[in-house]
C-alpha cells in the first residue's frame, strides 16, 4: 500500500493513542488524589459517543486530533459548597503538581513499553562498518580504514548502525572527543578518539564531517531505471548503459559517479557510456535538487542493486525479552536526553530549526512506518511519545511545564503568583508556541515543494 495513502489514519491513530495516554495519567492521578473528574474526552469538538459513570463523563468527540480531562474547578464555574473540597484549584500545590505532572510521565512510560516490545521481537539493523572516511575528515586523520567495524563508542556497544548513530548523537552534545572501539578485518581491536572541534551538532553534519559513513558494497554504475523529463533522458541515455567515465575520471562504482554528479548541478558534463559492445560519448547537462541546505547535481537515473550484495552486512539489536527492559528504559532516556540537547542547540543556533518536524511530516513519517510493519510503528510511537513528554515539561506557560513551574514557585513561596503575572505568562507561552508553530510548518511547506 502506498505510504501516503497510509499517512492520514496512521497520523490519527498516533495522535488518538498518545494524547489519550496523556490525559489518562492526568485522570488517573486526579482521580486517586481525590479530585472529581467532570469529562475524559478523546477528540474535540461535540461529542459522537458518551457515556456517564461515577460522576464523570467519558467522551469521543468528532475531531480525532487531541483530548482534554475537564475536572472541577472554581476557575472554569461555580463549585456546589459540599463539592469544593474535590475542585482542582482547591488542592494543596504537591498535589496539583503530582497530577500535571501525570500526563508527560505516563508518555514516558507508554515509550518504555512500546520499546521494549519492539526490542523483544529483535530490531533488524546493518552492522556498523565504516566506508572509507573522505580525506580532511577527523576519521581520516587518525587513520580510520574502510570496512572497519565500530564495536562501542564511549564504552557502549553498538551492534548495529543505528545503535551507533544514536551513541554518536548523544555523546556529542556533552563531550569534546569521541572515543570508538573499532575492529579491523583481519580481527584486531583498537582504540580511536574523534575530537569534535568544529564539527556542527546538527546530525545532517555530524556524520559527514566526521567521516563516520555507512560502508557500501561497490555496485557497478550500470543504469537500470531512466526517469521521464530529466537529464538522463533528455542527452539520450538508456537502461543498461555503463558509465566508464565522467568528465574523464574513471568510475567502476555507482557511488563515486553519485558523489561526482552531487557536485556539479546545473552543469554540462562529459560521460563516457558503454552500450554493448560500443562505447560512446554523450554530454549531458545535469539538473538539480536541494538537500540538507546544499544544491547537488540530479542525473535522473537509477540503478540495479542485487540484494544478495547485503546479505552478509545484515545485523540484528535483540537484547532478548528480559533485556528488553533495562534496554527499553535507557533507550527512553536517550531519547529524552537527546531531545532536550537538540532543543537547546537550536535555541543558541548549533543545530538548524529545519530539524523541527510539523504535522505534514510527522503524518508522512507515520505512514511510512506503519506501512513497514507494527515494529516500527511502534518504534514511531514510542519517538513521539517521548518528544510530547519532552515538550510538555518545558517550562513555557500554557504547557504542562509552565503549570509546573507556577505550582513550585507557590509550594516554595507559600503563596500563589498574582493572576497578572500568570496572564503575562500565559500570553507569552502563546506566543511562543506559534513561533514553534509557524516553523514546523514552514518546515512542511518546504518539505512539500523540495525547498
Do not use: C
Amino acid at each position: 500500500m502506498p505510504d501516503w495513502l497510509l499517512s492520514i489514519p496512521a497520523f490519527i491513530i498516533a495522535i488518538g493513542v498518545l494524547v489519550a495516554v496523556h490525559e489518562y495519567g492526568h485522570f488517573w492521578v486526579a482521580r486517586r488524589l481525590g479530585v472529581r473528574v467532570l469529562r475524559f474526552s478523546i477528540g474535540f469538538g461535540p461529542r459522537i459517543w458518551g457515556t456517564s459513570r461515577g460522576g464523570t463523563e467519558y467522551w469521543l468527540a468528532a475531531i480525532p486530533l487531541g483530548g482534554y480531562v475537564k475536572m472541577l474547578d472554581e476557575r472554569e464555574g461555580p463549585v456546589a459548597r459540599e463539592e469544593r473540597h474535590r475542585a482542582f484549584n482547591r488542592q494543596p500545590p504537591w498535589k496539583r503538581i503530582l497530577i500535571v505532572a501525570a500526563g508527560p510521565a505516563v508518555n514516558f512510560l507508554f515509550a518504555v513499553f512500546a520499546y521494549w516490545w519492539v526490542f523483544s521481537m529483535g530490531v533488524p539493523g546493518m552492522q556498523p562498518l565504516l566506508a572509507e572516511p573522505e580525506p580532511g575528515t577527523v576519521a581520516a586523520e587518525v587513520g580510520v580504514q574502510a570496512q572497519e567495524r565500530v564495536i562501542s563508542l564511549d564504552g557502549r556497544l553498538t551492534p548495529t548502525w543505528h545503535e551507533l548513530r544514536l551513541a554518536a548523537m548523544k555523546q556529542a552534545l556533552f563531550n569534546d572527543e569521541l572515543k570508538l572501539q573499532i575492529e579491523d578485518a583481519a580481527g584486531a581491536v583498537r582504540s580511536v578518539s574523534l575530537p569534535m572541534d568544529g564539527i556542527g551538532l546538527d546530525p545532517q553534519q555530524l556524520f559527514p564531517g566526521l567521516g563516520l559513513m555507512p560502508y557500501r558494497p561497490p555496485v557497478a554504475p550500470v543504469l537500470a531505471e531512466i526517469l521521464p523529463g530529466e537529464s538522463a533522458e533528455q542527452a539520450g541515455l538508456q537502461a543498461g548503459d555503463r558509465v566508464l567515465s565522467f568528465n574523464g575520471q574513471q568510475t567502476t562504482d555507482w557511488s563515486r559517479l553519485v558523489a561526482l554528479i552531487a557536485k556539479h548541478p546545473e552543469k554540462d558534463v562529459v560521460l563516457e557510456i558503454e552500450r554493448g559492445e560500443e562505447v560512446i560519448q554523450r554530454t549531458v547537462h545535469l539538473g538539480s535538487v536541494v538537500q540538507n541546505e546544499e544544491l547537488r547535481g540530479r542525473l535522473g537515473a537509477g540503478v540495479e542493486v542485487d540484494p544478495g550484495l547485503w546479505q552478509d552486512l545484515r545485523a540484528e539489536y535483540a537484547p532478548g525479552v528480559l533485556g528488553a527492559l533495562p534496554a527499553a528504559v535507557q533507550r527512553t532516556w536517550d531519547m529524552s536526553i537527546l531531545t532536550l540537547g537538540m532543543l537547546g542547540h537550536m535555541l543558541v543556533g548549533d543545530v538548524s530549526w529545519r530539524n523541527v518536524s510539523g504535522p505534514v511530516q510527522i503524518a508522512s513519517f507515520a505512514g511510512q512506518s506503519a506501512n513497514i510493519g507494527l515494529d516500527v510503528y511502534l518504534a514511531f510511537l514510542a519517538l513521539v511519545s517521548v518528544s510530547l513528554g519532552v515538550l510538555n515539561l518545558l517550562p513555557i506557560p500554557v504547557l504542562d511545564g509552565g503549570h509546573l513551574l507556577y505550582y513550585t514557585v507557590e509550594l516554595l513561596r507559600g503563596r500563589p503568583l498574582s493572576e497578572r503575572v500568570q496572564a503575562a505568562g500565559q500570553r507569552l507561552g502563546l506566543a511562543m508556541l506559534a513561533v514553534l508553530m509557524t516553523v514546523a510548518l514552514y518546515n512542511d511547506f518546504l518539505h512539500l515543494f523540495g525547498g
